[in-house]
């Protein structure tokens, strides 16, 4: 600087400080991959599946971003899971976890009122005057 003073700089720096969702499947019966979910809000709408270990991490969302996590095309065989909300925090993970239950089926018999043996995962009838019924 030839023997003078440097002059003062002044530096502006914007850092956006974003976050991301991890969404975990897990299932009675092992079936976590292809698993299909659609994430909405703060202008985000998009729709995505789960690898074969049963997770997806979405990457660069908006920290203060409040989203709806919902499970797309839940075969019969489950309950089907309930939304849930999460809200994105700067250089944070937040995680959700969505199970599929196995629907449960009993026998009963109409016509003495006894239970009977446990149905097939369908509703369909066991034998005669015996019925399948959803406990959800």
Same mark, same amino acid.
């Given at each position: 600087f030839g023997g003078r003073d440097p002059k003062a700089i002044t530096l502006n720096v914007n850092v956006e400080m974003n976050g991301s969702l991890k969404i975990v499947k897990t299932s009675e019966d092992? +079936?976590?991959?292809?698993?299909r979910f659609r994430v909405t809000g703060n202008g985000v709408d998009t729709t995505v599946q789960t690898g074969?270990?049963?997770t997806i991490t979405i990457p660069n969302l908006q920290a203060g971003s409040k989203l709806t996590i919902t499970e797309l095309d839940v075969k019969d065989k489950y309950v089907t899971p309930k939304s849930q909300?999460?809200?994105?925090?700067a250089n944070k993970?937040?995680? +959700?976890?969505?199970?599929?239950?196995l629907k449960k089926w009993n026998g009963h018999d109409h016509?003495?009122?006894q239970r009977n043996r446990d149905c097939p995962g369908r509703r369909i009838p066991c034998r005669r005057?015996?019925?399948c019924v959803s406990r959800e």
């Open positions: 092992g +079936v976590v991959s292809g698993v074969s270990d049963g909300t999460v809200t994105i925090e993970t937040a995680t +959700v976890t969505f199970s599929n239950i016509k003495s009122g005057g015996l019925r």
